[in-house]
């Protein structure tokens, strides 16, 4: 069964104080790993798609990269602003549809 | 990015009564219209997948003949909560997408809550 997992459930940084999200996936035949943003009461607000092992892509403070099993979303140094849920989802073999993770709630703090 | 919008974006109704939300792809053809319920502090959940013109295909577990979706269009779908309970109360999200892109674009949600 096609899975993933993100970690830690949540966190809490300082302002400037750069860290690293983790998502670990198990599908079949990946399609695409995606990362989306998402305010409370607001829908995701999509940021990445990465598609093979060891590709990497950077937006602003923030860098996805991507491996056979896991992918990491690096924070350099945060602002307040970037407190969010942080959603991974995967595509897997001939299927649009997203399998998401459980998310990690960010709070950086001033 | 592509610009998806719901609405409305929160509704209130009483027990047994049927809501409508609507889901519209603003700026690009959506061939594929996904519909999400996400509970306070969990992630998104998958209900069902409608492609225009065709029947939605729903998760398991998720009742066709409570939540009617309808894709008639390459820039609407619908979702119709149907003698709606609380237990029904969440937050209803729809995404779209199309071949040519495998991202999907989400609407900014619609809360329901049924008293």
């Known amino acids: 069964e096609d899975q993933v997992t993100q970690s830690p459930e949540a966190l809490r940084l300082q302002e400037g104080e750069s860290s690293s999200l983790n998502c670990s996936y198990t599908?079949?035949?990946?399609?695409?790993l995606f990362w989306y943003r998402q305010d409370p009461g607001k829908g995701p607000e999509f940021l990445f798609t990465l598609y093979s092992a060891g590709e990497e892509k950077e937006k602003e403070r923030l860098k996805a990269t991507l491996t056979k099993k896991e992918s990491f979303l690096h924070i350099t140094a945060p602002k307040p602003e970037d407190s969010a849920t942080y959603l991974c989802?995967?595509?897997?073999?001939?299927?649009?549809?997203?399998?998401f993770g459980s998310g990690t709630r960010l709070l950086v703090r001033p | 990015g592509a610009v998806v919008s719901q609405h409305p974006s929160w509704v209130i109704c009483k027990s047994g009564t049927s809501v409508k939300i609507e889901c519209r792809s603003l700026d690009f053809q959506a061939t594929t219209m996904f519909w999400y319920r996400q509970f306070p502090k969990q992630s998104l959940m998958l209900m069902a997948t409608s492609n225009e013109g065709s029947k939605a295909t729903y998760e398991q577990g998720v009742e066709k003949d409570k939540f009617l979706i309808n894709h008639a269009s390459l820039t609407l779908s619908t979702l119709t909560v149907t003698s709606a309970h609380p237990e029904d109360s969440s937050f209803y999200i729809c995404s779209a997408g199309a071949p040519a892109h495998n991202e999907q674009f989400f609407g900014p949600g619609t809360r329901l809550t049924v008293l």
């Open positions: 599908v079949s035949g990946l399609r695409g």
């Open positions: 989802a995967v595509q897997a073999g001939s299927s649009y549809k997203l399998i």
